[in-house]
């Protein structure tokens, strides 16, 4: 009989104006996905809409308290659209295997007139793929596995929330020893 992964802490950091509502409502949709157990952090100041100056700033909190990300996951969530070089437009950003990621909502909540619901699961969809990747996980190939890349909105409402058979195995046995950025 296998056992579950363990739940790690996951700190949700706002960085913007993201409402403490949302992100607790985010939080338990995470925790009812992920191996994780969440709660809300101190915000950090939101250095522009770059995904990496973003993820680094998030990457030196994570280090200046000693987060080992065995034990413990960071995902700074802001309500602007992030950026980085060489892609434009971004939905997500997560430094691999360091247990770190952060994703803008902006590009989510648009086009949808279905409202925060929408917002809500788009987000979880996200969330839960950049903390794939945080965890060790790359792309998967599977369309309806929530690793597969979202290149645009439509990729993400097409998507599940959940992990496909393999990805779900990967992450219960993610190594997470990747030396942060």
């Known amino acids: 009989m296998s056992r579950p992964p363990p739940r790690r ?3 949700l950091v706002p960085a913007g104006g993201v409402k403490p509502d ?10 009812a996905v992920l191996p994780t157990q969440h709660h809300v952090g101190e915000p950090l100041a939101a250095p522009g809409n770059a995904s990496g100056a973003l993820l680094d ?5 994570a280090d200046a308290a000693g987060t080992d990300p065995r034990e413990a996951w960071l995902l700074a969530v802001t309500d602007a659209e992030l950026t980085a070089p060489g892609h434009g437009r971004v939905f997500g950003e997560a430094a691999v295997g360091a247990g770190c990621a952060v994703v803008g909502l902006a590009p989510l909540d648009a086009g949808s007139a279905r409202g925060a619901k929408t ?3 788009r987000a979880l969809k996200v969330c839960v793929h950049e903390m794939g990747h945080a965890a060790g996980l790359e792309h998967c190939a599977d369309r309806a596995c929530v690793m597969y890349p979202s290149r645009d909105i439509a990729d993400v409402d097409r998507k599940d929330k959940l992990f496909c058979r ?3 195995k990967d992450l219960a046995y993610a190594t997470l020893d990747a030396a942060r950025g």
Do not use: P, S, Y
């Open 22 to 31: 949302f992100l607790h409502a985010l939080g338990t949709a995470l925790d």
């Open 119 to 121: 917002l809500l699961e």
């Open 9 to 11: 802490r996951l700190e």
């Open 57 to 61: 700033a998030l990457i030196a909190r």
């Open 166 to 168: 393999r990805c779900g």
